[in-house]
């Protein structure tokens, strides 16, 4: 509300991706539609494995065929590519905490997740102490409005038990590391059969995996993936 009136009162802002002027979303209708557009997203030809798109070719893409770090993760559906200006939203909302952001990216993966089928999410979680320390978390933020604005059930059942930035390692790092970052939470009663992992990046696919690989040792039959960017 407070941003939306300061907006108004200062004659609207920039739209993110192309600069045209823009009043509730920061992103313009035009660029919506040309560059957010998630029609023919699931005919796209995929990796099987960690789901970047293939040109010119089927089945896996390289990295995968040379060295799979999905394995127990079914299936992963990234929006979009992390290049160009998807960079530099990611870096807006992550990092500078540009919060409008969220709602626009919810409406995205709602969309995705409907299509899918899907309705269990479970959000990667933030490292220990980062709400309590910016007083949220751009994941969380996601999810809350999947769940409250769309009707998707979250299950908040998995803790990051690092405190350390996982950005700031190399891959060989972050493989590593990522064997024990995280567990899973007490949790009274029978966990569904399938639920969908939820994150901004798929960077290596060890976050995923690492989560995948704890709740199928909890019981949980299928988990799929969806991230709003991969880097490729």
């Keep these: 509300m407070f941003r939306l ?25 035009s660029c919506l539609k040309g560059h957010f557009n998630l029609s023919g997203l699931l005919e796209k030809e995929r990796c099987q494995c960690c789901g970047k798109e293939l040109i010119g070719m ?38 500078q905490e540009e919060r409008s952001f969220s709602p626009l990216f919810a409406g995205l ?16 979680p933030p490292r ?23 009707g998707f059930r ?3 059942i998995l803790e990051r038990n690092s405190s350390g930035q996982q950005k700031k390692l190399s891959r060989e ?11 899973l939470k007490p949790y009274s009663g029978q966990l569904p059969s399938e639920i969908c992992l939820i994150d901004d990046v798929c960077t290596t696919g060890s976050t995923l995996e690492s989560c995948a690989e704890i709740l199928k040792s909890a019981g949980v039959k299928k988990v799929n993936a969806v991230t709003l960017f991969t880097v490729d």
């Design 58 to 95: 089927k089945g896996n893409c390289m990295k995968c065929r040379e060295a799979p770090v999905l394995k127990s993760t079914d299936s992963v559906i990234p929006l979009f590519s992390y290049r160009l200006w998807n960079r530099e939203l990611m870096f807006r909302w992550k990092m």
């Design 109 to 124: 993966m709602a969309e995705l997740l409907c299509k899918r089928g899907e309705k269990i999410i479970v959000p990667v």
């Design 5 to 29: 009136l300061y907006v108004f009162i200062n004659g609207g802002e920039s739209c993110a991706v192309c600069g045209s002027l823009v009043f509730v979303k920061p992103v313009c209708r």
């Design 128 to 150: 220990k102490g980062k709400i309590r320390k910016k007083g949220w978390d751009q994941i969380e933020e996601l999810c809350t409005f999947l769940e409250k604005r769309y």
């Design 154 to 156: 979250v299950l908040r």
């Design 173 to 183: 790092q972050r493989l590593e590391s990522i064997k024990t970052a995280y567990s």
